[in-house]
């Protein structure tokens, strides 16, 4: 089965820690991306990366680091300098990366929770 | 600046009636297109159908269409003979006009189907 797989479901991280979302997905795609999304919001973009080895900044990448050094495998780090980190993560990746009809497709999500 | 609008905050439906959701959307692209996704209460995001600006005929996948109205940049979603399982988030996405294929999203409308 193609598809996507995020890991952990939920995750809970204490204060001044790093943490690391799992991103994985095989549907030999080029383009991955990571958003977050807050409740009752839409999502906004973090990372994004169109090809291996390859990354920028979203709208809110301060505090987050990513890597991309397999086309399969976006791993996102929640750093202790993100201030509010609490949300929910979705991971996508895309064929490509232009043209107006590349469709996203999405993870199951890691819910994060700092205590 | 790129604007997606979705008035509706929640929507109720009557199972097996049809439903509209709204979605306007502010772009200066001249070509682009519009996505529409699902979150149930799991938090996955499902894509939906898309709809180019340059298809001619509104897009149709299944109990889903999308009525595209270009000139008022209306992209309505309707859903047809409503379900229980219809229940959900829905956002309308368009790919944002800064150069990478990532999306920008609305903030969702909430879709109760009463049975």
């Known amino acids: 089965d193609g598809g996507i797989t995020q890991s952990p479901k939920y995750l809970f991280r204490k204060e001044g820690q790093n943490v690391t979302l799992s991103c994985e997905q095989n549907l030999n795609h080029d383009a991955m991306y990571w958003y977050r999304q807050d409740p009752g919001q839409g999502l906004r973009l973090i990372y994004y990366?169109?090809?291996?080895?390859?990354?920028q900044k979203g709208d809110i990448a301060e505090g987050y680091s990513v890597s991309r050094e397999k086309k399969e495998s976006f791993p996102l780090t929640v750093t202790s300098a993100q201030k509010n980190p609490t949300a929910f993560y979705l991971c996508a990746s895309s064929l490509t990366s232009g043209g107006a009809g590349d469709t996203q497709y999405f993870g199951p999500g890691t819910r994060l929770t700092v205590l | 600046a790129q604007k997606i609008t979705q008035t509706q905050p929640g929507m109720f439906v009557q199972e097996k009636e049809a439903v509209t959701l709204d979605c306007t959307y502010d772009t200066s692209d001249q070509s682009y297109g519009l996505f529409w996704y699902k979150q149930p209460s799991s938090g996955e995001m499902i894509f939906l159908i898309y709809q180019g600006s340059y298809d001619e005929q509104n897009a149709t996948e299944g109990r889903y269409s999308l009525n595209f109205q270009k000139a008022r940049k209306s992209a309505n979603l309707v859903i047809s003979a409503s379900q229980l399982g219809d229940s959900a988030m829905y956002f309308c996405?368009?790919?944002?006009?800064?150069?990478?294929?990532?999306?920008?999203f609305g903030t969702g409308t909430r879709l109760t189907v009463i049975p």
């Open positions: 990366s169109q090809i291996v080895n390859d990354f």
């Open positions: 996405a368009i790919p944002d006009q800064t150069g990478a294929n990532n999306l920008f």
